[in-house]
Nanobody
Framework: QVQLVESGGGLVQTGGSLRLSCAAS????????MGWYRQAPGKQRELVAF???????NYADSAKGRFTISRDNAKNTVDLQMNSLKPEDTAVYYC???????????????WGQGTQVTVSS
């Protein structure tokens, strides 16, 4: 199994920046996609950005031009650099990883515990 631990959330003013980090640990054959999701109060969890093991990225429209996702395959980490933050970015941010336990396994999903990001106006 893969365990994910996030860090880097906090309180920031509108227009500020935060960097979220997520470290994966555990024995597994391969970690494929890694990504960040968020959930605001009263709303469903939504994709923010993900990155494949080959470095291909995909962003939600709300994140394009402001957020940058990156990963280090050697360290099994994924980061989310968030710039020009807005109050509507306030949410709990969750790290996600899709991994294969063995070479013949289908993808499993793992989630971090979440980290709070609050953007004040």
């Amino acid at each position: 199994q893969v365990q994910l631990v996030e860090s880097g959330g906090g309180l920031v003013q509108t227009g500020g920046s935060l960097r979220l980090s997520c470290a994966a640990s555990g024995s597994t054959f391969r970690i494929n996609d890694m990504g960040w999701y968020r959930q605001a109060p009263g709303k469903q969890r939504e994709l923010v950005a993900f990155i494949s093991k080959d470095g291909n990225t995909n962003y939600a429209d709300s994140a394009k031009g402001r957020f940058t996702i990156s990963r280090d395959n050697a360290k099994n980490t994924v980061d989310l650099q968030m710039n020009s933050l807005k109050p509507e970015d306030t949410a709990v941010y969750y790290c996600n990883a899709r991994y294969q336990q063995y070479y013949y396994s289908i993808d499993n999903n793992s989630w971090g515990q979440g980290t709070q990001v609050t953007v004040s106006s």
